[in-house]
């Protein structure tokens, strides 16, 4: 925003609007930060409404979903079981 006002951009408050953001960067820790527990919050949901007692996913061995996924799976009482990825299983075969 310029202070000439010639830009494309508009103040919200000029139009008494109050905006609040919510900031995925805020909402965990290092295992849980961004879109992720989102997510994870609804598919949690299900396994736990259907009765389910352990969640499979896969990802790369270094993997931010596989790891959000076991603790917020931990937090709420269900199984992780991770299915990772490797180089090295690539040149296997």
């Excluded at 310029?2 to 965990?28: A, C, E, P, W, Y």
């Excluded at 961004?34 to 736990?48: S, Y």
């Excluded at 990802?59 to 996924?69: D, I, K, L, M, V």
Aim: charge should be positive; glycine fraction near 10%.
């Amino acid at each position: 925003y310029s202070s000439s006002g010639s830009s494309i951009l508009d103040k919200l408050s000029k139009h008494n609007i109050q905006l609040f953001v919510k900031r995925d960067d805020m909402t965990g820790g290092v295992e849980m930060g961004g879109n992720k527990l989102r997510k994870l919050e609804f598919l949690m949901a299900d396994a736990l409404a259907k009765k389910k007692d352990s969640i499979v996913t896969i990802g790369g061995e270094q993997s931010n979903h596989c790891r959000a996924t076991a603790a917020v799976a931990r937090m709420v009482g269900l199984e992780p079981h991770l299915i990772l990825r490797t180089r090295r299983a690539n040149q296997v075969g």
